[in-house]
């Protein structure tokens, strides 16, 4: 059974740091772009980062670009969101997405070009 789960969410101050982790089970990420996506309440999902199949390219949103960091190790099957001088605007639910095309890497900051996800982890930056 596929499956994405994510971990390393929780409650941090303000100008704090978090890392997330995204790992895959029922089979390999090596072959595929991976995505951190957040919706906040009330508000769209956005993309916040992505990074292609090897992690020689990265991708990021203005308003995390200098403070998150997208990673991946292949040989433990796992990606990561490390996030620094975290905001309250950060408070969000966070998704791993999975991209099997990788002629969509391009798009990667679109959902729509995502086949697998994650169930989410809570991001909660608050004094």
């Known amino acids: 059974q596929l499956q994405l789960v994510e971990s390393g969410g929780g409650l941090v101050q303000p100008g704090g740091s978090l890392k997330l982790s995204c790992t895959a089970s029922?089979?390999?990420?090596?072959?595929?772009?991976i995505g951190w996506f957040r919706q906040a309440p009330g508000k769209e999902r956005e993309g916040v980062s992505c990074?292609?199949?090897?992690?020689?390219?990265?991708k990021y949103a203005d308003s995390v670009k200098g403070r998150f960091t997208i990673s991946r190790d292949n040989a433990k099957n796992t990606v990561y969101l490390q996030m620094n001088s975290l905001k309250p605007e950060d408070t969000a639910v966070y998704y791993c997405?999975?991209?099997?095309?990788?002629?969509?890497?391009?798009?990667?900051?679109?959902?729509?070009?995502?086949?697998?996800w994650g169930q989410g982890t809570q991001v909660t930056v608050s004094s």
């Open positions: 029922g089979f390999t990420l090596d072959s595929y772009f």
């Open positions: 990074i292609s199949s090897r992690g020689g390219s990265t």
């Open positions: 997405a999975v991209g099997t095309t990788f002629q969509f890497f391009r798009l990667c900051e679109l959902s729509s070009v995502y086949n697998y």
